[in-house]
């Protein structure tokens, strides 16, 4: 691990990728295995020719079962073309000055067991390497760094909703969906009704106790019905999507089943 002193001198030296070491990413994707399966994975690198990202998924493209792997340079990289020589998809070499993606959909394993440093740089040189020369820098255009800033300012006060996850399993409703962790059920809120009121049916025996604004205070909730609940809106709505945490109880018992065979 780097002391204080190293960090500081790759942050002045704008080293990104300094910051991110395989080993953290693959002790924290460990976490996500059965995610990736089938899917495409994007990696907006500085320089995907140095980065621990890129390197992480072209070594478990095979084990992950991804479909695709695409990843980007920035322009300003001091690496690219200077520690192995590639080419692009029209076999012009690649040089600082550029932005390039790489676009994988296999990686070729010599022994059959898995993928080396020999298969990626084998890879790295044959046609399937699927490396482009881009028409533009490789920067976000201003428009998606608004997008992305903005994104991640939502995930700073809701991330919770997200993070450790699963779908909840409850009935849809307008007003946006649910996930859960454990007993808590948060709800993503996207479209605000004019009664002020989130309607929420919940399943057979699921009682909620209460609701709280993440990053805000308690609101009302109220049954209507069976399995049925209103939540009150926040007091001032922004009109940006939020997120309600519901703590749940399970309220089963005799009673209830018994009730429940009468009906």
């Known amino acids: 691990m780097a002391n204080n002193a190293s960090l500081h001198a790759a942050g002045v030296a704008k080293q990104d990728e300094f910051y991110t070491q395989y080993e953290d990413i693959q002790n924290e994707l460990n976490h996500y295995e059965k995610h990736f399966r089938g899917m495409t994975v994007l990696c907006n690198c500085d320089d995907p020719f140095e980065s621990n990202f890129c390197k992480f998924f072209l070594r478990n493209f095979n084990y992950l079962g991804l479909k695709r792997l695409i990843c980007t340079s920035y322009h300003t990289s001091s690496v690219v073309g200077t520690q192995m020589s590639l080419f692009d998809d029209m076999d012009e070499a690649l040089v600082p000055g550029h932005g390039y993606v790489m676009d994988i959909r296999e990686v070729p394993m010599a022994n059959g067991r898995g993928v080396s440093d020999d298969d990626i740089d084998a890879l ?140």
């Open 124 to 263: 790295l040189r044959s046609k399937k390497r699927g490396v482009k020369k881009l028409n533009g820098d490789g920067d976000f255009r201003s428009e998606e760094k608004e997008l992305a800033d903005a994104v991640g300012r939502w995930m700073s006060v809701n991330g919770e909703c997200i993070y450790g996850c699963d779908y909840a399993g409850w009935d849809k409703q307008a007003w946006g969906y649910y996930t859960r962790k454990g007993k808590e059920v948060y709800m993503v809120v996207f479209n605000s009704p004019y009664s002020r009121h989130l309607v929420v049916k919940t399943p057979k025996d699921v009682k909620i106790t209460k609701a709280v604004v993440l990053n805000g205070k308690e609101v009302g909730v109220k049954e209507t019905a069976r399995n049925e609940y209103n939540v009150d809106m926040p007091a001032k709505d922004s009109g940006a999507p939020f997120v309600i945490k519901l703590q749940i109880e399970d309220n089963t018992n005799a009673a209830d089943k018994y009730r429940e065979a009468l009906t």
